[in-house]
């Protein structure tokens, strides 16, 4: 069992910064995949990135390439999400998740998933 603790989200103007981060208990994080998704209201969770269980292979939306970088952090048990150059249309809760399998992150049916901050960027 993996408990997922996202914090780091906020209130952010149009082209700055923020670094939500994921805190996993219960497993290590060297035998997880993890991912970030994000859902806007009145919208379909969507996958952000993605990251393997080594941290060697990263996946990322096309909307966010370029901009956002997915990190691990296996000592500490945490994982990162560096978003830079915010867009209004980045404003959503985003949710950690946590699978053995990068594909069944990637495919957005991971095992686990963290309970969601909200990232909100202003125009």
């Known amino acids: 069992q993996v408990q997922l603790i996202e914090s780091g989200g906020g209130l952010v103007q149009a082209g700055g910064s923020l670094r939500p981060s994921c805190a996993a208990s219960?497993?290590?994080?060297?035998?997880?995949?993890m991912g970030w998704f994000r859902q806007a209201s009145g919208k379909e969770r969507e996958f952000v990135a993605a990251?393997?269980?080594?941290?060697?292979?990263?996946y990322y939306a096309d909307s966010v390439k370029g901009r956002f970088t997915i990190s691990k952090d296996n000592a500490k048990n945490t994982v990162y999400l560096q978003m830079n150059s915010l867009k209004p249309e980045d404003t959503a809760v985003h949710f950690c998740?946590?699978?053995?399998?990068?594909?069944?992150?990637?495919?957005?049916?991971?095992?686990?998933w963290g309970q969601g901050t909200q990232v909100t960027v202003s125009g």
């Open positions: 219960g497993r290590t994080l060297m035998t997880y995949a």
């Open positions: 990251i393997s269980r080594t941290g060697g292979s990263t």
């Open positions: 998740a946590a699978d053995p399998k990068v594909a069944s992150v990637v495919a957005g049916t991971p095992e686990y």
